[in-house]
Structures are given as C-alpha cells and as structure tokens.
C-alpha cells in the first residue's frame, strides 16, 4: 500500500488561511506519486478545503468525531457531517483528545466502530507518555490502546490505520529515534497481524512526533514504518510537501 503521509492541522487556521494553504501547497504537490496526502483542517475549514481539493487526489480528514449520528450533543461533530463534505478519514484517540479531554478506550472504539460503518476510514493514535516509557510500560501500553480501541473490528482491520505517536515527542521538537520507533512498529504489526488472523495487509503503521523535513528520511526508511501524522510542520505548505517528497523517494 502507498505511504500515507498526513496533515494533523489541530486547532490551527482560519478559512481565510486554508485558501491560503491549498493555494501554495498545490503546486508543490502535483506530481507527487506513490504517496497518498491527507490533511485534516480544523471543521471549520473543511468546507472549503474540500471545494478547493475536489479535483485532485488528496484526501481530507476529520480530526475526531463524535459516534452518534445526530442528536443533543453540544459541541460534537457526526460521521454523516464528515462524509457529506467529501472527508475519507478520521483521526481517532489522538493523545491530545486522550490527555486534554479525558476520552477512554472505550469511547474511542465506539467512534472507530462507528467510522467504519459510515465508511470512515479511522486513523487510530496509540503511544505511551514519558513516565510510562521510564516505567518500561511502552509495549504493554500500546497494546492495551490498540486491543481496546479496535476491539470487535479485528476482522476489519484492512480498512483502518494505526498512528505510533510518543506523547513525549508530540510538539516537543524531540522526535523517536529510527530505532525506537521501528520497534514499536514491528511490535504493533506483529500484534495486528495476529489479531487480524493475518489480514491486516491494508493497514499503514504511521509515526508521529515531531516529524519535519530533516528526520523524515531515516524514518521512513524503517520497515515497518508505512507513513506519517504530522502536526507542527505541516502547517507549512513548503515543510509538509519536503516530508512528502522525501517518502515517495525511498
Ligand atoms: P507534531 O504533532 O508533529 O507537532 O509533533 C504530531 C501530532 O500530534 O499528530
């Protein structure tokens, strides 16, 4: 399967500044090969970012909705509103929504459930925080996120992504090394491919932490590293397509 190198915009740009981005980024992008893009605005955005996207191939992502369909559920976004407006992904668990916002596993894989029967595709992020990694508590930690978040789905796991992203390396400018994130990653395949009995083929494993132009090579070079969630430099249209070229060239 094609690396999936996505955007993680977070709580960042206006619809004035998305305009703005797709401008610029377009160009540099064009004969990108090999290499699936994806960005995730802000709700706000999607609007427009889908109308200034719909004649190309990138892909567009929620950055986390709510199960429901609809309902009294003040403030939260529903799968039907993401697959009206064109979006294919969702980003699901991010640490962010884990740590700031409280959500469990459990909640997590009613949304991942739910993503999949709205034919979302969900991007499940897994990673462990500095304590739990000074604890040795990484594996068992990822483990526990990703039997929880995909419980029930197993056999579906050709439709989902996983993200390994180290709370610790997320906004910190500190990234995993190469070889600290690959034995994650060859953990989490090894795990879903028995739990998936084997079908977990279309399924990337993507880092994210602090991924920029500088440290994408040496980790896209890694086996088991499918692609990546990147936040901080992707919201500049330059930076994000340098990650994009240096993973279609490896
Ligand atoms: P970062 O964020 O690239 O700024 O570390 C990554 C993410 O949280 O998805």
Redesign the pocket.
């Given at each position: 399967m094609a690396y999936l190198i996505a955007a993680?915009w977070?709580m960042n740009k206006t619809v004035a500044e998305t305009e703005d981005y797709i401008q610029r980024f377009l160009p540099l992008v064009e004969d990108t090969k090999n290499v699936e893009i994806m960005i995730a605005p802000p709700f706000t955005s999607i609007f427009v970012a889908s109308q200034k996207l719909s004649n190309t191939d990138i892909k567009l992502g929620g950055q986390n909705m709510y199960y429901k369909e609809k309902g009294a559920f003040t403030g939260e976004i529903s799968p039907l509103m993401l697959t009206e407006l064109g979006v294919s992904y969702v980003i699901l668990g991010?640490?962010?929504r884990r740590h700031i916002f409280g959500e469990k596993d459990s909640l997590i894989n009613s949304k991942v459930l739910s993503a999949l029967e709205h034919g979302l595709r969900p991007i499940l992020?897994v990673g462990e925080t500095l304590e739990e990694r000074e604890q040795g508590r990484t594996l068992s930690v990822v483990e526990r996120q990703i039997r929880n978040g995909l419980a029930g789905v197993e056999a579906e796991m050709s439709r989902i992504d996983i993200?390994y992203?180290p709370v610790w390396?997320?906004?910190?400018g500190v990234n995993a090394t190469p070889e600290q994130a690959e034995e994650v990653h060859s953990f989490i395949r090894n795990l879903i491919n028995e739990i998936s009995k084997g079908n977990d083929q279309g399924t990337r494993i993507m880092y994210?932490?602090?991924?920029n132009e500088n440290n994408a090579e040496s980790l896209i070079k890694q086996p088991n590293i499918n692609g990546f969630?990147?936040?901080?430099?992707?919201l500049d249209p330059e930076r994000f397509s340098q990650i994009i070229k240096v993973s279609q060239e490896v």
């Amino acid at each position: 399967m094609a690396y999936l190198i996505a955007a993680n915009w977070k709580m960042n740009k206006t619809v004035a500044e998305t305009e703005d981005y797709i401008q610029r980024f377009l160009p540099l992008v064009e004969d990108t090969k090999n290499v699936e893009i994806m960005i995730a605005p802000p709700f706000t955005s999607i609007f427009v970012a889908s109308q200034k996207l719909s004649n190309t191939d990138i892909k567009l992502g929620g950055q986390n909705m709510y199960y429901k369909e609809k309902g009294a559920f003040t403030g939260e976004i529903s799968p039907l509103m993401l697959t009206e407006l064109g979006v294919s992904y969702v980003i699901l668990g991010h640490s962010e929504r884990r740590h700031i916002f409280g959500e469990k596993d459990s909640l997590i894989n009613s949304k991942v459930l739910s993503a999949l029967e709205h034919g979302l595709r969900p991007i499940l992020c897994v990673g462990e925080t500095l304590e739990e990694r000074e604890q040795g508590r990484t594996l068992s930690v990822v483990e526990r996120q990703i039997r929880n978040g995909l419980a029930g789905v197993e056999a579906e796991m050709s439709r989902i992504d996983i993200a390994y992203e180290p709370v610790w390396a997320i906004g910190t400018g500190v990234n995993a090394t190469p070889e600290q994130a690959e034995e994650v990653h060859s953990f989490i395949r090894n795990l879903i491919n028995e739990i998936s009995k084997g079908n977990d083929q279309g399924t990337r494993i993507m880092y994210g932490g602090s991924v920029n132009e500088n440290n994408a090579e040496s980790l896209i070079k890694q086996p088991n590293i499918n692609g990546f969630l990147v936040g901080t430099a992707s919201l500049d249209p330059e930076r994000f397509s340098q990650i994009i070229k240096v993973s279609q060239e490896v």
